[in-house]
Nanobody, 129 residues
Framework: QAQLVESGGGSVQTGGSLRLSCAASEYTSTAGCMGWFRQAPGKEREWVAGKYNGGPSTFYADFVRGRFAVSQDRANAPVLLEMNYLKPEDTATYYC??????????????????????WGQGTRVTVTS
């Protein structure tokens, strides 16, 4: 089974930037949805951003729109999350996940939709004030 590995986490001051990467250990042609999620201490995991594997469209949660950007050079290439203008409330462990589309080829961007997919181990992001 394919595995996802995140990298790029670290500590940064408020207003700084980080770039996270999510790489698959093997070909994941059946994974149509690629998403980034995060979980802060004591809080539930939440969806952050996503894109269709190999597709051009990107999707964002309201709280990161305009600050974060998700990208991918081609299908099955690593999925990047460029995080700019970071705030202390962005502090969390960030996870990437891949899961299948529905029978119409659609992705639904939520933790519940991704729960049966493949998840990485997470990478920690700390934003200091």
């Amino acid at each position: 089974q394919a595995q996802l590995v995140e990298s790029g986490g670290g500590s940064v001051q408020t207003g700084g930037s980080l770039r996270l990467s999510c790489a698959a250990s093997e070909y994941t042609s059946t994974a149509g949805c690629m998403g980034w999620f995060r979980q802060a201490p004591g809080k539930e995991r939440e969806w952050v951003a996503g894109k269709y594997n190999g597709g051009p469209s990107t999707f964002y949660a309201d709280f990161v729109r305009g600050r974060f950007a998700v990208s991918q050079d081609r299908a099955n290439a690593p999925v990047l999350l460029e995080m700019n203008y970071l705030k202390p409330e962005d502090t969390a462990t960030y996870y990437c996940a891949s899961w299948k589309t529905d029978w119409l080829g659609r992705c639904f961007w939520s933790v519940s939709e991704a729960r049966n997919g493949i998840w990485g181990q997470g990478t920690r992001v700390t934003v200091t004030s």
